[in-house]
């Protein structure tokens, strides 16, 4: 059986799920193929778990909220000539049980078993909580 394993990264600047959509839709964040993409410049070394169904977990204000799915990982080279890595995810998000998350540089590896579940049919389409109440429920354990 094959290995898969998430990344984990904080979305800096961003006040919600939606904010972080909006950002996602602009033509900068878009790869050629119109697929939404993180620029980050550490290439991730275990690729192959990544690519075997392995997703980015969202850190929005502290908080574990959604995850999409990684498509692939592209090489990307700015105008400065430096190789950086264009993390390409599936442009549906998926709405997860929250989890605090302290602050943390980069991005992370994440594992499956330690990864919040995705929140079920009947919630996802649930309007979002404050962010703010969300930290506070999922500090005493309430997804």
Known sequence: MEKMINLIKLS???ENVEQLL???ALPRARTRDNKPQHITRMWPKRKEEILNGGSIFWVIKGVIQCRQRILRLDEYIAGDGI????IVVDPEMHRTETALKRPFQGWRYLKP????ADLSDARANEEALPADLSAALADIGVR
């Open 83 to 86: 190789r950086r890595c264009a």
């Open 12 to 14: 800096v600047g961003t």
């Open 113 to 116: 078993e330690d990864s919040p």
């Open 22 to 24: 909006a950002w996602q």
